[in-house]
């Protein structure tokens, strides 16, 4: 952040930035630490054991996880509270600049449903076309599309926006020849041809909807900030019908904006990137934020599949900031539809993560990009942990139903035999300080929510709000066991060497029948009926315990294939549940992308925008499509070899 705009000098927001992030990882290993204390007090009554000691450190590093998230909360509570963090930036400083540089807007598209890309490209670009600084920006669809069929649709879509905007010379199409290197080498062959032409990019994903002053105020403040090499947005879910799609949305509509000014708080400027609803000055990015392939071949060699973290962190070791923009209003993007899609858009992620243990020696990062890495790695690493902390409790509980107690122990002389120990208050601190980890950052959201009156009706009122909350906890509890099983199958493979393949996302409310829900979950299935028949017959006290892990994965088949339905996903809504504010008080760029209100540019804006003569971009098989009006290359900036996460 530039140090005059906010009043404090260099010096002044270094202290405050290591103050911060002191006060952050402190209470953060502080409450883990405690947790473990108190769970170490526990199993200390009835003298340790090595495999007791093997869950105890299993216990630290996920209850330090989980606390990390729960301290980010706090953070964005108290700042959700006041309003304002004076270290963040304020968007009123640059509210009515004038633009003085060029912002490309860019598109990757691979093998999407042009019907759904043109909607959304129409949204944005009328959105746009309603903004004074709207001529700073041009449009670029970046096609990887395999399928000729779906090539030639894209093609006809372009030559139909074109026309229909007036857009010569300012919308373009572009289809490689080249497909490597995904996403990312879509981009920066973007970045090679054109990117000297423009001060920025701002990269959106086949499902972004951005509004046009959304798209402004990241131009403006990049403009005010020279020392910003990447400005991320804070990209709202919104558009699902499915009942599973309806629930996530919901969850994170209602905690996103508290989180991520929780997280800004600490980050300041060493956040991260999420590869979409961004903006990135071209210049730094060319020139410093190279991929190399890893050594090795796939999974964990090759090209870096989750690109975003990595850039993030070029971009930083370059001298530039990385910042969250998380009071920004105006961008949006979709989740998937049902437990399968979700799985599967995981297992491509946990891939691109685990490649970031590569990435973490590498020389002259900040620490905490490398902290970025270590957490990216965790959100699925901790999946297989919270499993091996789960069997080796059961071991513990088999073992001990079935040891005779010794109430004289041996090489202990004395009179007076040993009673077994049951430290019940211990243990019922430790659960409560558990619960409250994990529950108490959803309750401070509702409490941001139901304070505001005007956002306390766009979620339903609050009798519908807490209901919704309290249904969508439950299904969290009845999601956690088949997602723990579905990453911990995934960190497996990938360890074993079985890479992913890269399929288009699919983005529609695809509903999963039975049949493909047991044919993907079957060994869920086995696995917790195999599971609980063991423990209900050695140890019967501990089976009542793993209930909700249980009841998870043997139910988890049928969840999926419900939750996947749109039926019960409008029945949800007529009831009120797991409303949004997009769907109670649609922003005109969402109703124009379902086609309830679709606007059309102004003709007097038309003419003023879009009256450039010149030859369109042409998509064809043996060369790469290009402009008349085309910028200078940067063709040595960028090595053309970086990877991609979608």
Not at 448 to 469: H, P, V
Request: with cysteine.
């Amino acid at each position: 952040m530039d140090a005059l705009s906010s009043g404090w000098s260099r010096s002044q927001l270094r202290w405050h930035a290591r103050l911060r992030r002191t006060l952050f990882f402190g209470l953060t290993f502080l409450t883990a630490g405690c947790a473990s204390a108190l769970l170490l007090d526990v199993l200390q009554a009835n003298r340790l054991s090595g495999i007791e000691l093997l869950g105890l450190l299993l216990f630290f590093v996920l209850f330090a996880w989980i606390a990390s998230s729960f301290w980010s909360a706090i953070a964005g509570f108290a700042i959700q509270l006041a309003w304002r963090d004076p270290a963040a930036i304020q968007l009123s400083e640059v509210a009515g600049r004038p633009l003085r540089t060029r912002t490309a807007i860019v598109m990757p598209v691979y093998n999407e449903d042009p019907r759904r890309v043109a909607a959304g490209l129409e949204a944005i670009w009328c959105s746009l076309a309603q903004e004074s600084e709207r001529g700073a920006f041009d449009l670029f669809i970046l096609s990887d599309t395999r399928d000729p069929g779906i090539a030639a649709e894209e093609e006809a879509m372009w030559h139909g926006f074109v026309a229909r905007h007036q857009g010569a010379g300012r919308v373009f199409y572009r289809r490689r020849r080249d497909r490597s290197d995904h996403k990312a080498g879509n981009i920066a062959d973007f970045v090679r041809r054109w990117g000297a032409g423009y001060e920025c990019m701002i990269v959106l994903d086949a499902d972004s909807i951005m509004t046009g002053s959304a798209l402004v105020t990241l131009a403006r403040v990049m403009e005010a900030h020279p020392e910003i090499g990447i400005l991320q947005s804070l990209p709202l879910p919104a558009g699902r019908e499915t009942l599973f799609g309806r629930l996530i949305q919901f969850g994170a509509r209602l905690q996103s904006p508290m989180l991520a000014s929780g997280v800004a708080f600490w980050q300041l400027g060493e956040s991260n990137y999420w590869g979409h609803n961004a903006i990135l000055r071209l210049q730094p990015f060319a020139r410093h934020c190279t991929l190399p392939h890893l050594p090795g071949s796939p999974p964990l060699g090759g090209a870096i599949l989750s690109h975003d973290f990595v850039e993030a962190a070029f971009m930083r070791r370059a001298g530039y900031e990385v910042r969250q923009l998380p009071d920004l209003i105006g961008s949006w993007e979709e989740v998937p539809a049902n437990v399968i899609d979700y799985a599967v858009r995981d297992r491509r992620w946990t891939q691109g993560n685990l490649q970031h243990a590569r990435v973490l020696g590498f020389p002259g990062l900040h620490p905490l990009s490398r902290v970025h890495f270590v957490t990216g790695i965790l959100s699925y690493v901790s999946s297989p942990i919270w499993l091996a902390l789960l069997l080796v409790s059961s071991l513990v509980s088999a073992i001990e139903t079935t040891k005779k107690p010794q109430y004289f122990l041996p090489g202990l002389r004395s009179l007076f035999p040993h009673w077994p120990q049951i430290r019940g208050g211990e243990t019922a601190v430790l659960f409560a300080l558990t619960l409250a980890v994990l529950l108490l950052p959803k309750i401070l959201a509702a409490v941001l929510t139901l304070r505001d009156r005007q956002l306390r009706r766009q979620f339903g009122g609050a009798a519908r709000l807490c209901a919704s909350l309290l249904v969508e906890q439950l299904f969290s509890m009845v999601l956690a066991p088949s997602m723990m099983l579905f990453h911990s199958t995934f960190v497996a493979q990938i360890l074993l060497g079985k890479t992913v393949s890269w399929n288009a996302a699919s983005r529609a409310d695809r509903g999963v029948t039975l049949r493909e829900a047991f044919r993907r979950q079957k060994w869920h299935l086995a696995f917790g009926l195999a599971w609980g028949a063991i423990m209900l017959r050695v140890a019967p006290r501990f089976f009542w315990w793993l209930t909700p892990v249980l009841v998870g994965l043997i139910c988890g088949v049928w969840f999926t294939a419900w939750t996947s339905r749109t039926s019960a996903g409008r029945t949800a809504r007529r009831w009120g549940l797991f409303l949004i504010p997009e769907e109670t008080s649609p922003p005109r760029e969402l109703m124009a992308l379902r086609g309830e209100s679709v606007e059309t540019i102004p003709a007097s804006c038309a003419s003023e925008l879009f009256e450039v003569g010149g030859r369109h971009g042409l998509p064809d098989e043996q060369a790469d499509s290009e402009t008349t009006r085309r910028p200078p290359r940067l063709e040595s900036a960028l090595n053309p070899r970086p990877g991609t996460r979608s």
